[in-house]
């Protein structure tokens, strides 16, 4: 929906919002009128014409809730607006009649009907300024019967009286058309606004995913999507310093891949991509989600044990244990059937020690366990 549309739709709704008015105004205008003229000569007309006035007025209620569940079920159209303005021109139409009443009558029946009337268009100029083809259709019809009569009139005073009617009216196009471009504007910056903060989300929107993205990308392996060293040592940070506020333990569990490259060379890098991620997969499921598991190389691996008992080598162990067990069942690869193992290097953390220094110190205990021959583990000379 354009712009445009947006702002004649805005402007349809306060249109119809602010229809009360003038039917009530329209209908004590119209009784007033009736109940002044009550004993004089012309009283059964005035009487016939607040009548008709009531049933067109019964007739733009009806119309009025017709439109407004047309507008909730359909939308906004341009010919349900149009079809709208003219139940205004009928009571327009019901108003400019009362002009011809005033042919020939008595000098304060002619004031009434002219301030009557004019009040009438100065009203529509508050409530249909919002849509001028509204405002048209109903002070048109109103005004124009009586500036006729009373131009056509041999009376100079009549004349006169028609003249300042035409200026009356001019000036309240003037304001009705000054009105609908203040509510215009006032529309259109709304409008705008909102396109601008919806905008502004949708970027902002975009830029965190975007954010969350790199983020992730920065510290995860783009392989197995596990914590790459980046980010392990900052989970190992964060392990050391609760262990150190609860005094309990962290461990390290060091792991590089027996029988890798043998697979990474015989079937290619597409087979040992995916025995990588389901070392991965394996590894995941036999630690706890407080732990950490991250790749650190080509084919090594590390865990993390946090909050652990401080007597915590057995508890170190059971879980080494777990991860070399999880080797025991081969990989089916591309259609070929490998056999993998892994050597393990532990080691405990102690307060005040720097993450590199102990990583450096299970990496060497993995390379110890190596020596031992595959699926063995070793421990870090200092613990």
């Not at 139940?87 to 139409?93: K, R």
């Not at 009557?116 to 083809?133: E, K, L």
């Amino acid at each position: 929906m354009s712009l445009q549309t947006r702002i004649d739709e805005a402007l349809f709704h306060r249109l119809l919002s602010g229809a009360r008015i003038p039917l009530l105004g329209s209908a004590f205008g119209g009784l007033l009128i009736a109940l002044s003229q009550l004993g004089s000569e012309n009283s059964r007309w005035f009487l016939l014409w607040c009548a008709v006035v009531y049933v067109v007025i019964i007739f733009r209620v009806y119309c009025l809730k017709r439109c407004k569940h047309m507008l909730a079920k359909h939308g906004f159209s341009y010919p349900l607006a149009y079809q709208y303005c003219l139940t205004l021109a009928l009571s327009g139409l019901a108003w400019g009649a009362l002009g011809f009443l005033a042919k020939d009558a008595p000098p304060m029946t002619v004031i009434i009907v002219i301030t009557a009337i004019q009040a009438m268009v100065m009203g529509g100029v508050v409530t249909m300024a919002s849509c001028i083809p509204a405002f048209f259709a109903f002070s048109l019809p109103a005004m124009l019967p009586t500036v006729l009569v009373f131009s056509f009139s041999e009376n100079l005073s009549s004349f006169i009286m028609a003249v300042f009617s035409v200026i009356f009216y001019l000036l309240m196009i003037g304001v009705a058309y000054r009105f609908n471009q203040s509510l215009r504007q006032a529309a259109r910056i709304s409008f705008e606004n909102e396109d601008l903060i919806g905008s502004l989300k949708e970027a902002y929107h975009k830029i965190s995913l975007q954010n969350e993205e790199l983020n992730h990308v920065a510290h995860h392996d783009a392989l197995t999507g596990l914590p790459n060293r980046k980010l392990l040592s900052l989970r190992l940070q964060q392990a050391m310093e609760l262990a150190k506020v609860k005094k309990n333990g962290t461990a390290i569990l060091y792991l590089d891949l027996d029988g890798f490259k043998a697979v990474n060379d015989q079937l290619g890098h597409e087979a040992g991509d995916l025995a990588l991620v389901e070392v991965a997969q394996r590894l995941s499921s036999v630690i706890r989600g407080s732990d950490t598991l991250a790749r650190v190389g080509g084919d090594e691996f590390v865990v993390v044990l946090s909050d652990l008992p401080t007597q915590s080598k057995a508890s170190v162990e059971m879980v080494a244990q777990k991860c070399l067990r999880v080797f025991e069942r081969e990989f089916q690869i591309l259609d070929h059937i490998c056999q993998l193992g892994t050597s393990i290097g532990l080691t405990l953390c102690h307060e005040g020690d720097a993450i590199e220094a102990v990583l450096s110190a299970a990496d060497k205990a993995m390379y110890q366990a190596k020596l031992l021959g595959c699926g063995q583990m070793s421990w870090a000379p200092e613990c």
